[in-house]
């Protein structure tokens, strides 16, 4: 069987909230300096967002989440992310106008037809999950897909928010694209497979419906169980045996922490993954696998659960096909 890995950064939240703090700022546009009405203000991963008025004011709540980041995103500018912990409330934020080049808009034949590249963005962008079936993209004309022949990857991205649907767990979601690649391989039988995925964003999460139903959050919480996301958690929070994860390499089981190196820094967990490679376990059913993929073996977790460098991570197994979450 062949396994595909991944490396992505791609935020899921589920977050119970303590307290209440706000931040507040003005968002405008960079060349005229008028203020931008309709912006939307959100921390990345959650549905905590606002829209600013039409002084271009916004006041967002932070609801335990001081180190999520901030993202303002408007149509036609470029996407700016700030980090709340560092933020100054009351200032200026200003948007600057995306620049097109012709260049970059004239685009050679590659040999595939968008059909087949939007079939593959779309299985890989969105994963594996159950709920992933439930999604839909309901903007794909706005995301440009090319592949090289030469290096034989799939890379995409889009000007506005990818907007996605997901009834199964009642979500809908604005996602900006940062960066998607696909790498493929051959197999010996000459068939094509992804064997490496990468993609990077900031998302923002709200309801489908008025009011949320039991029976999706109990599928939300399905979902949850068992992600990337939940074992960052774990991992970070020292958890990783009483939420049913267990550590293996080489075969044979280990001690949970055996392989972590973990340190409080802060609003950061520092995390050292002592060998290259590992395989995790939840509930005796669920395999994955994480691999070190820089020199210095050190990522970090936030108090959500994201980790960083997006790229210093390698995922395969349930890790890997799981992407979405959504």
């Keep these: 069987m062949l396994e595909k890995k991944s ?16 931040i507040s700022g003005t968002v405008i546009d960079d060349i005229t300096k008028e203020p931008l009405f309709g912006a939307t203000v959100y921390l990345d991963g959650t549905t905590i967002g606002v829209i600013t008025d039409l002084n271009g004011d916004f006041q967002l709540e932070l609801k335990n989440t001081l180190n999520s980041p901030m993202v303002i995103s408007y149509v036609g500018y470029e996407t700016k992310v700030f980090q709340t912990e560092n933020f100054i409330t009351g200032k200026n934020l200003y948007l600057a106008p995306k620049r097109i080049d012709l260049d970059e808009i004239i ?28 999604c839909k993209i309901l903007n794909s004309k706005e995301i440009t897909l090319i592949y090289n022949s030469n290096k034989n990857t799939l890379t995409a991205f889009s000007d506005n928010p990818i907007i996605i649907t997901n009834k199964y767990l009642d979500y809908k979601i604005s996602y900006n694209l940062v960066d998607f690649e696909v790498q493929f391989k051959n197999s010996t039988n000459e068939l094509r497979y992804s064997h490496l995925v990468y993609y990077a964003g900031t998302s923002f999460f709200s309801e489908l419906s008025l009011k949320t139903k039991k029976r999706n959050i109990s599928k939300r919480e399905k979902e949850y169980y ?11 929070d020292k958890t990783l045996v009483e939420n049913n ?64 460098p997006p790229n210093g991570l390698l995922f395969g197994g349930n890790f890997g096909f799981n992407l979405s979450s959504v």
Excluded: C
Aim: aromatic residues 18%; glycine residues 4%.
């Design 7 to 22: 490396l992505f950064l791609f935020f899921f939240s589920i977050s119970f909230f303590v307290y209440s703090q706000s």
């Design 107 to 134: 685009l050679p034949p590659d040999g595939w037809s968008r059909e087949k590249k939007l079939r593959i963005f779309k299985s890989e962008f969105l994963g594996k999950a159950v709920s992933s079936k439930h």
């Design 226 to 236: 068992g992600s990337l996301i939940h074992f960052m958690r774990s991992l970070s």
């Design 245 to 308: 994860f267990e550590i293996y390499n080489n075969g044979f089981h280990a001690d949970p922490y055996q392989y972590f190196k973990i340190n409080y820094e802060q609003e950061l967990v520092k995390v050292e993954l002592t060998v290259d490679r590992i395989t995790i376990l939840f509930n005796n059913t669920d395999q994955s696998s994480m691999e070190n993929t820089n020199n210095s073996n050190v990522f970090y977790i936030d108090k959500n659960g994201n980790h960083s």
